[in-house]
């Protein structure tokens, strides 16, 4: 499957995430971001779209997406040592591949544009979403 790529814009203080690629695989990151920092996220535009704190909250998300990608590839290929202790040797290795892996990602699949900008006309930095019953 091919990699996501990820276009990251300024919304105010904050920044959005526009995720293009696998529609599935673009859900399952909205859903990881919403899990780990409470994330809100957006659809119509992109095949997800984050809203997060900062460019280092997107790095930690990245970092965490492949961590938890380099643990389900250990485990699947050891099933026999499923349900052993966890070794912090081995947590450290996971956490040093997944690092390893998200830098490659912040690198060649990270884009910066300030598409929120240009949604609101040129008219304020900030993307607003409809209050209702107020």
Request: glycine fraction near 8%; charge should be positive.
């Amino acid at each position: 499957m091919k990699p996501n790529k990820y276009i990251v814009s300024k919304n105010g203080s904050r920044i959005a995430v526009g995720i293009v690629g696998d529609k599935e695989q673009a859900q399952c990151d909205v859903n990881l971001a919403h899990n780990i920092f409470n994330s809100n996220d957006g659809d119509g535009m992109f095949s997800g779209l984050i809203f997060m704190e900062s460019e280092k909250q997107f790095k930690k998300l990245l970092v965490w997406k492949e961590y938890f990608q380099v643990w389900d590839e250990f485990w699947t290929k050891n099933k026999f040592k499923a349900g052993k202790k966890k070794d912090k040797a081995m947590e450290f290795t996971f956490l040093k591949r997944a690092v390893k892996r998200a830098t490659l990602i912040w690198e060649s699949s990270v884009e910066r544009e300030d598409f929120m900008l240009r949604l609101n006309g040129g008219q304020g930095e900030t993307f607003s979403f409809p209050t209702f019953g107020h």
